[in-house]
C-alpha cells in the first residue's frame, strides 16, 4: 500500500512574483548580511519565484511580535499590492506567532528561510529517503504552525511555501500528526538497516568523500573522478542523495568515493537532523574532500560553515584535502595566488580539467600510501608487543626461572 502523504511533494512549482524581505540590526555583519541575502535571492530562484522588489529593514533589534518593525510591514503590504504579490519572504527564522502577526497586517503569505529551504528540498527530493527525509524535516519544523496558522490564507494562496498540509490536515490533531512524525522515523530506520549491511561490505576499503557549499561543483568532481553520471545542475540542492561509486586510483588501488548533499548558511536544524542517515558517508570517510567554489567572493564564510556543519556530524577529525573547484573561472594570477596563501595547503582545481583530475587523484595515492605505511607500523607494533609478551610469558614459564 502506498503511504500517506501529509506534504504533497510532486507538483511542479509555478513560477510566482515575491516580496523579499530582510532585516540588518546593529549586531549582524553588513558582509554576512550581504551573503544572506545573495543567498536568498538564489534560493528564491531555485524555488521558482521572482522577486518583485527587495526591501531592507535597519534596526537596532527585531520587533519581538513582528520581526521587522510596523512601518515596514504597511510599506510591504503596500509593495504587495502594487506589484501583484501574494507573498513575502523574509530571511529569518521565524516563530510561528510571529508568522500569524505578520500575515494579518501583510494581508499575504509569509515564508522564512527554513520554509524556503525546505521547500526546496521538497522538489528535488528524487528518491525514498530524500523525501522521508524532507518530510520529516517539513512536519517537525511545520508542526507548530500546522494547528494554529495559515487558515485564513491556505485557501486563498497557492505557490510557495503551500507545499503542506492541507485545511484537512489543520484539523487533524496533534496526535496523529505525532504517530506520522514517528512512522516516518521507522521507515527512516529500516532504510538505514539496509545502509549498515551495504556499509559492512565496504569495510576495509578507503572511503572517500566530497562535502561542501551547495553548488560548488561536488557532483561535477564525482563525475570526473569517477565517470560516474549523477546530476548536475546550476542551482542550489541539485542532490539530495548520497552517490557512491568506485574508482580506481593509479599506484594506489581501489577506492569507494560519495557525494553528498551541499551545505548552506543557517540551515533548518530540523534537515540537518533529518539528513543525518544519509551523511553517514561523511563521519566514515577515510578522507574527506571538501570542494569549494574558487570564484566564489565568499570562499572564508563558506569554509567556516563547512566546519561547523562538519563539526556537528563528528567529522572534524577526518583527515581532508581542500579542493578550490572552478579555478577555470579565476583568471587573474594575482587571485590564484592569493587562494593559495590563503589556503597553503588547497588544490587549485577544475572538475573539467583531465591534468586537475590527475593530480587529485596522485594526492589521494598519497594519503592512501600514508594510511599503509601507518598501518603497517601500527600491525608491526601490535606483532612485536604480542611477541615480547609471549616471550615473558615464557621467559615466566621457563624451569630456571623457578629454581631458586
Ligand atoms: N566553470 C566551471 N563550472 C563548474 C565546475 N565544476 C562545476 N561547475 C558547474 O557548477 C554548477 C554546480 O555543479 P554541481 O556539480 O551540480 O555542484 P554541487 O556542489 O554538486 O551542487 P549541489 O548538489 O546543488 O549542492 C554546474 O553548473 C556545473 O556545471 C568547474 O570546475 N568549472
Ligand atoms: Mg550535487
Known amino acids: 500500500m502506498k503511504p500517506t502523504r501529509l506534504f504533497d511533494t510532486d507538483v511542479p512549482p509555478p513560477t510566482e512574483r515575491v516580496i523579499l524581505a530582510g532585516l540588518l540590526t546593529s549586531g549582524t555583519d553588513p558582509e554576512l548580511f550581504e551573503i544572506d541575502m545573495k543567498e536568498m535571492r538564489m534560493l528564491c530562484a531555485t524555488a ?53 502577526n505578520i500575515e494579518k497586517i501583510v494581508e499575504g503569505k509569509v515564508i522564512d528561510r527554513a520554509q524556503l529551504i525546505l521547500d526546496i528540498f521538497a522538489k528535488h527530493a528524487r528518491t ?27 485557501q486563498q494562496v497557492g505557490g510557495i511555501g503551500t507545499k503542506g498540509p492541507g485545511e484537512k490536515q489543520l484539523e487533524v490533531d496533534r496526535r496523529i500528526i505525532q504517530k506520522k512524525i514517528s512512522d516516518l522515523n521507522d521507515r527512516l530506520k529500516t532504510i538505514e538497516k539496509s545502509r549498515a549491511t551495504q556499509r559492512k561490505s565496504r569495510v576495509g576499503e578507503f572511503k572517500v568523500t566530497l562535502v561542501g557549499y551547495t553548488n560548488v ?30 574508482t580506481f586510483i593509479p599506484g594506489a588501488g581501489e577506492i569507494v568515493i ?42 572564508a564564510q563558506q569554509l567556516a560553515t563547512v566546519n561547523d556543519v562538519l563539526a556537528d556530524l563528528s567529522a572534524g577529525a577526518i583527515p581532508r584535502m581542500l579542493l578550490f573547484n572552478k579555478i577555470d573561472l579565476v583568471t587573474d594570477p594575482v587571485e ?69
Not at 65 to 87: D, F, N, R, V
Request: proline fraction near 4%; hydrophobic fraction near 45%; charge should be positive.
Open 48 to 100: 521558482g519565484a521572482t522577486i518583485a522588489q527587495t526591501v531592507v529593514q535597519r534596526r537596532d533589534a527585531p520587533v519581538a511580535s513582528t520581526y521587522l518593525g510596523p512601518g515596514k510591514l504597511a510599506e510591504i503590504c503596500e509593495l504587495m499590492k502594487q506589484h501583484k504579490c501574494k507573498t513575502v519572504i523574509i530571511d529569518a527564522q521565524l516563530s510561528p506567532g510571529q508568522v500569524r
Open 258 to 299: 560519495s557525494d553528498t548533499v551541499g551545505f548552506l548558511r543557517k540551515l533548518p536544524p530540523h534537515l540537518v537532523a533529518s539528513f543525518k542517515g544519509t551523511l553517514e558517508v561523511v563521519s566514515q570517510a577515510d578522507l574527506l574532500l571538501i570542494v569549494m567554489d574558487a570564484a566564489s567572493p565568499w570562499a
Open 336 to 404: 590564484r595566488k592569493a587562494l593559495l596563501v590563503a589556503n597553503p595547503d588547497a588544490l587549485l582545481v577544475s572538475a573539467l580539467s583531465e591534468s586537475d583530475m590527475a593530480l587529485v587523484k596522485s594526492r589521494i595515492a598519497e594519503v592512501m600510501q600514508s594510511y599503509r605505511k601507518e598501518a603497517a607500523i601500527a600491525d608491526i607494533i601490535a606483532k612485536k608487543t604480542q611477541e615480547l609478551t609471549g616471550w615473558e610469558e615464557e621467559k615466566s614459564g621457563l624451569p630456571w626461572d623457578n629454581k631458586e
Open 217 to 246: 561543483g561536488k557532483s561535477s568532481l564525482l563525475n570526473a573522478l569517477s565517470g560516474a553520471d549523477v546530476l548536475v545542475q546550476n542551482r542550489l540542492f541539485a542532490t539530495l542523495d548520497t552517490a557512491t561509486r568506485r
Open 128 to 154: 525514498n529517503e530524500a523525501r522521508i527525509q524532507v518530510e520529516l524535516a517539513q512536519m517537525k519544523t511545520l508542526y507548530p504552525r500546522l494547528t494554529h496558522a495559515w487558515t485564513h490564507f491556505s
